[in-house]
């Protein structure tokens, strides 16, 4: 049975990971007035994080986007710790954005099931790995979902939530009310399912776009075009699997495809092969498209 708090309780929210998903994460959440907590056990990777976030805010306060106070505030509310223990002891919502492999979050969910108080939800931001895969792990998997944002999270409005067969009904309330508090327009999905809505639509969608350039349909380029100017998408699959980076995009097919064991879902040899030479997208200068 869940003892998954209400909305109206939430004031103290810990992020577990300070890497570029989880700090982007937590200033959302002290945006919009929450006391935050990031967690990790880099002190570097706390500093950076805290470089990054006060760099981002300076940056927004000049451009007139962001109110001097409102930038002060946020940051006041966010505090570093290496500490899980201390950090999970007050915590009444948790998003764990550590490494996407299992056996680390088992371990952090496991954790959090004694460390984190009776009402507290424990979310994973995992985009590959459902959450009863580690609901079990905590004690109480009624107060277990996946709370998945999408990169840059300060930025990028949909949250997909997850339950799975025992996540209660008052988590999953609480959890869509949570994201949109935090300016975000939230979507459930009844039941885990690899890819959950986004990365299966995105999947769907570069796997028939490599199909036509790998069979010699058409060039990148021109399938980037047609997608850009005849369905009116932001960018081509080309274009935005550079910039996702191809790496995550090959991590995703691997995740998919052992979950599945499906033909379609299997990775692409084009970008595995891009990936196997360093050529990873946006990020290192080089992709389907050179960026130097």
């Known amino acids: 049975m869940s003892t998954a708090t209400g909305i109206e309780n939430i004031s103290t929210i810990l992020v577990i990971g300070a890497g570029t998903m989880g700090r982007q994460i937590a200033m959302t959440a002290a945006l919009a007035g929450y006391s935050t907590t990031i967690q990790d056990i880099s002190e570097e990777g706390l500093a950076a994080a805290r470089t990054e976030l006060e760099t981002w805010a300076a940056s927004r306060v000049a451009k007139g986007k962001l109110g001097q106070d409102a930038a002060t505030a946020a940051l006041d509310a966010l505090a570093y710790s290496t500490d899980l223990d201390s950090a999970a002891s007050n915590a009444d919502f ?161 995740a998919t495809y052992a979950e599945t064991g499906a033909a379609e879902d299997a990775p692409n040899e084009r970008v595995a092969a891009l990936v196997a030479e360093g050529k990873l997208g946006r990020k290192s200068g080089a992709g389907f498209y050179d960026y130097k």
């Open 94 to 254: 948790v998003i764990e954005a550590a490494t996407e492999r299992l056996d680390i979050k088992t371990q952090i969910f496991e954790k959090l099931g004694v460390l984190a108080p009776a009402h507290a939800i424990l979310a994973t931001n995992s985009s590959t790995l459902g959450s009863s895969k580690v609901a079990e792990a905590t004690g109480r998997p009624g107060q277990v979902c996946n709370m998945h944002f999408f990169n840059p999270a300060l930025v990028m409005k949909c949250v997909e939530v997850v339950r799975h067969e025992t996540t209660s009904d008052a988590t999953v309330d609480t959890t869509m009310e949570l994201a949109r508090r935090l300016g975000k327009e939230p979507v459930l999905i009844n039941r885990e399912i690899p890819g959950f809505i986004a990365n299966r639509l995105m999947g769907a969608i570069q796997r028939e776009a490599l199909f036509l350039a790998d069979s010699g349909i058409a060039s990148v380029q021109d399938i980037d075009t047609t997608a850009r100017t005849a369905l009116g998408h932001p960018m081509g699959p080309f274009a935005l699997m550079d910039m996702v980076g191809l790496d995550v995009i090959d991590f995703i097919a691997q």
